[in-house]
């Protein structure tokens, strides 16, 4: 096949769910990408639901990353591969795919040094002013597009990229056989982290949250004890974790949870929710508590696979709700409307 063209039975066209503005969402037709050289045409099968994307509907920027210009949302998909460009060797139409969704240079400092997802000149799905994957078709360097075993289905697929942020964390905090870990926030990223850090080795994983319902999941999930921070302070708990994992991106959460850490614990900050966090210093320097951030992932897909396909980590329960590409603006704002919501899934093709 050349680049310009595909196989018969792929349309010239497709469905996008664009983004032209804060909370306004228009399904456009696009033409269908053509692969490139190295790269793979990938049929989008399912696309998970972000906070970041909410954010992004909500307001139109993150931070400094604002939407200045039409943009596709999602950044958590899987697909099957239909076509290859030239050059691409390693998959072959009809393999099940998880797609990591940042492209990095490969030629930065970083990227030598293996921190590929610190390098300057990324190109990440859903970030302006790249194109995410709410989408029926996106083309990924093949690199970049990861099989997946039969074990998963098309969901868990999608959502090992949260996964691989579990992995990520749990790696910075070098959570390890026997380690104690708090878990404070237990939305998605929060119970991924969780099942994680028991896959890691973790004896003692509590994880706190403020809605029964997530506490109940978190249960089912694994963590080894739950706190509703509503009726009990973190103080009173009397738990002294080794690493906390902190997803709640609140930033008292994360300045009550930094206090409870033990000699030596380390603090992986992975929510994110304000400009800056209060840092208790003196607990930090006195305990020599090393506090770290996290920006994504590098080098984590095959151990998420690993994890997913052995039951270690339960990703379909964490999808909730389904909806169509059609349906893509009900499944940025469920969150906020239903308080069971853990993971909104849209599936491209659905009608």
């Not at 066209?13 to 969402?25: D, E, S, T, Y």
């Not at 099989?147 to 996964?163: H, Q, W």
């Not at 104690?180 to 994983?205: D, K, N, S, W, Y």
């Not at 694994?222 to 709640?248: I, N, Q, R, W």
């Amino acid at each position: 096949m050349t680049a310009d063209a595909l196989p018969p039975d792929i349309p010239d066209a497709m469905r996008a769910a664009v983004l032209c503005a804060p909370r306004r969402l228009e399904i456009q037709r696009r033409p269908v990408p053509r692969p490139g050289p190295g790269q793979v045409l990938v049929r989008v099968e399912a696309v998970g639901i972000c906070g970041s994307d909410v954010h992004y509907y909500e307001h139109g920027r993150i931070g400094d990353f604002v939407v200045r210009a039409p943009m596709v949302l999602g950044h958590e998909p899987s697909g099957t591969v239909v076509a290859v460009g030239p050059g691409a060797r390693r998959l072959a139409p009809g393999r099940l795919v998880s797609l990591e969704p940042g492209v990095p240079c490969g030629r930065c400092a970083q990227c030598r040094h293996g921190r590929y997802n610190l390098c300057p000149e990324v190109s990440f799905y859903a970030t302006p002013p790249v194109d995410g994957a709410l989408c029926e078709y996106v083309a990924v360097d093949e690199d970049f597009a990861h099989p997946v075993p039969e074990a998963l289905g098309a969901d868990a697929a999608a959502l090992l990229e949260p996964l691989s942020v579990g992995v990520w964390a749990c790696r910075k905090g070098r959570v390890s056989v026997g380690s104690r870990v708090l878990v404070t926030g237990a939305g998605p990223i929060g119970l991924i982290a969780a099942q994680t850090a028991r896959a890691f080795g973790a004896t003692e994983v509590v994880v706190t949250d403020v809605e029964p319902h997530r506490l109940a999941a978190a249960r089912e999930l694994g963590a080894t004890a739950t706190v509703d921070v509503t009726t009990t302070p973190l103080a009173d708990t009397g738990f002294t974790p080794d690493v906390l994992v902190e997803c709640s991106g609140v930033p008292a959460v994360a300045d009550e949870a930094i206090r409870t850490l033990g000699r030596s614990g380390r603090a992986v900050l992975v929510g994110m929710g304000g400009d800056s966090v209060p840092l208790p210093l003196a607990h930090v320097q006195n305990f020599e508590i090393e506090v770290t951030g996290t920006f994504r992932y590098a080098n984590t897909w095959p151990t998420a696979i690993a994890l997913a396909a052995s039951g270690e980590v339960r990703l379909d329960p964490l999808a909730t709700h389904h909806y169509g590409l059609a349906e893509a603006e009900r499944a940025l704002t469920v969150g906020a409307q239903d308080p069971a919501a853990l993971k909104a899934v849209v599936r491209p093709h659905t009608v």
